[in-house]
């Protein structure tokens, strides 16, 4: 009996170590969250969040607002119309490719009249640094050079690049015209792309005030370009939902997949 407890002893530790095993690989596969630091908006805060999976690759990067973000925004005022909210990426996570956030709140709205003219907000991913981001200008003798329509594989199937679309500090917009709201329905959200001087520089979810005060959660394809100008890891999907637990608003690039 004893030599048949001795033969079995070595089983049960190779059985022991391929637990542990398996045990240090569902660890290790567990998501990580890197946050950047908050910022006030309205009432509360805003924030950008990255997951991380197992093999420290980015699974999604967020803006995370506080319910009470929502509360004690700015109104419209006779010099400004556009509030900008400038969110700090993580120190720490993987990379992205994700400079910089601008969270932008338009009380009123924004161009085209009758499509866009709710209170919104614009959540701008720039794949360009903050002073390039400031430098750009759609007026004097670098205008033409500005507004040089990318090339077609930059731009996804359907999507319109309007003229009068073109922001200073911001970009040109790339519009998908088949979203509900220009198709007489009142606008809940969309997701847009940003050039300047031809290249893709910005991806930008929009969501409506009225849908986010609405406690959603909802997951839409993201409509993707041939091709990107800049190395990052691109959404296949975008989510706009609420967590009652937390008491918190995710607008979120999701399925991020890395292009070079």
């Known amino acids: 009996m004893k030599t048949a407890l001795c033969l079995f002893q070595p089983n049960r530790c190779i059985l ?15 998501p990580v969250v890197f ?11 805003a924030r950008v969040e990255v997951i991380a999976n197992g093999m420290n690759e980015p699974e999604s990067v ?30 720490a996570g993987p990379k992205t490719g994700y400079d910089h956030v601008v969270l932008d709140w338009n009380p009123a709205g924004h161009i085209p009249d009758g499509v866009y003219t709710v209170p919104h907000f614009d959540v ?64 809940s959200h969309n997701f847009i792309y940003g050039y300047y001087k031809g290249e893709l520089m910005f991806v930008e979810p929009m969501v409506s005030l009225a849908f986010l005060e609405s406690l959603p959660d909802m997951t839409s394809p993201v409509i993707k370009p041939q ?20 008491g918190e608003y995710t607008i979120a690039l999701q399925n991020l997949q890395r292009s070079d």
């Open 62 to 91: 967020s803006v995370v607002m506080t319910k009470d973000a929502l509360q004690g925004l700015p109104a419209v005022q006779a010099n400004q119309m556009v509030w900008e909210f400038a969110l700090p990426m993580p120190d």
């Open 227 to 246: 091709r990107y100008s800049y190395p990052a890891w691109y959404p296949a999907t975008y989510r706009i939902g609420f967590d009652a637990g937390k």
């Open 124 to 187: 701008h991913f720039y794949l360009i640094s903050n002073g390039e981001r400031e430098a750009i200008t759609f007026h004097g003798e670098g205008r033409e050079l500005a507004m040089a329509a990318p090339d077609p594989q930059l731009v996804p199937a359907g999507y319109m690049i309007p003229p009068d679309a073109a922001v200073d500090r911001m970009g040109m917009h790339g519009l998908d015209p088949a979203g509900h709201e220009f198709h007489g329905q009142p606008f």
């Open 35 to 45: 946050t950047g630091a908050p910022v006030p908006v309205g009432n509360g805060t």
């Open 16 to 30: 022991a170590a391929a637990c542990l095993g398996f045990a240090s690989i569902a660890l290790a596969a567990d």
